[in-house]
């Protein structure tokens, strides 16, 4: 939490001086009744004691007080709220180790099962596209609403060879421009989220994409799909293709996204469940003073009921 004015906070100091005031007016009352000579005839006139009650009025008071000037000092929070619009492209590897079956039935084809669930989950109103890439890279589905379009082209991924990352994160990053140009300066905010399991062997590095993403203002958050010990048939041998999450979380990093895991078809719903919250909502901060002058409020209308119950009387 923070304060949008907090040189209000000052008034607190005086809190102290009024709880110490306080003190000293019942130290004084104290000394008054030890002047009374007669101390038995004062416990027969005298009416019950309110014992710790007499004190609520006062501390309720003081605290009334606190919630007040907290709040006249403007507190604010972090305050997650929908999106109204956004431009997310999913970047597929579809290079030959996908095939390897250490993710059942095959990486590729549970990839394809994530993607599917993940766009039952993101908003109808974002605009999502898909970029496949393996010795090359293609725009399968510019940014668009329409699901089934989506759906169809990732039913058709196909494998091929050799693995171009870079060129995968660029690809995306122009269907996001080119698509947002018609908004002008009011283009909805961009993501690539980007499922790959191998190290870059094409195109322009990850290292460049990376740079290409921050100066486009869109960060690529990265899910390393498949384990260690992945293997794939080429020719009647295999080849191990494990997977190289190093690569991947520093792309992530460089380019102010998130590094995921996925070691199974559940694990990577899971990530993309993710995914789509965060992508789904904004961090915004707003101000929370009501809270305080409204619990200060129902504070001093508990002190009053109080009062009148215990002592019947107003404080």
């Known amino acids: ?18 709880i110490a005031a306080y003190v000293v007016m019942q130290v004084r009352r104290g000394r008054y009744a030890v002047r009374f000579t ?53 970047a597929v590897d579809v290079s030959a180790s996908m095939e390897a079956t250490d993710v059942e039935p095959n990486r590729l084809e549970a990839a394809k099962d994530a993607a599917r669930t993940f766009l039952g989950r993101v908003p109808d109103r974002f605009n999502i596209g898909l970029v496949s890439f393996s010795g090359t890279a293609s725009v399968a589905v510019p940014p668009t609403t329409d699901r089934q379009a989506m759906r169809t082209a990732i039913d058709g991924l196909r494998l091929g060879p ?4 870079g060129e995968g994160i ?32 094409a195109g322009r590095s990850p290292e460049e994409g990376a740079r290409r993403a921050v100066q486009a203002r869109v960060p690529v958050s990265t899910i390393a799909y498949g384990t260690p ?34 070691a199974s078809g559940d694990e990577l719903r899971g990530v993309y469940e993710d995914i789509g919250s965060s992508i789904g909502y904004r961090t915004e901060q707003r101000e929370i003073w ?5 619990a200060g409020l129902l504070l001093s209308c508990a002190v009053a009921a109080g009062s009148l119950l215990w002592f019947s009387r107003l404080p």
């Open 170 to 201: 660029i690809a995306s990053l122009d269907a996001i421009a080119g698509f947002g140009a018609q908004f002008g300066e009011d283009a909805p905010p961009g993501r690539v989220v980007l499922l790959s399991d191998g190290t870059n062997t």
């Open 290 to 294: 009501g809270w305080f002058i409204a």
């Open 162 to 165: 050799r693995t171009a990352i």
């Open 38 to 90: 007669n101390l038995a005839l004062l416990d027969k006139v005298a009416p019950a004691k309110p014992g710790w009650r007499r004190h609520l009025p006062a501390a309720a008071f003081l605290l009334m007080l606190g919630l007040f000037v907290t709040g006249f000092a403007r507190p604010a929070a972090d305050v997650r709220v929908p999106r109204e619009q956004a431009t997310i492209m999913l």
């Open 229 to 262: 010990e992945g293997v794939m048939i080429q020719g009647g041998r295999e080849i191990p293709v494990p997977v190289d999450g190093p690569a991947l979380e520093r792309l992530a990093q460089d380019s102010g996204g998130r590094f995921y895991e996925a």
């Open 1 to 18: 939490m923070s304060f949008l004015d907090p040189v209000r906070l000052l008034l607190l100091l005086g809190l102290p001086v009024l």
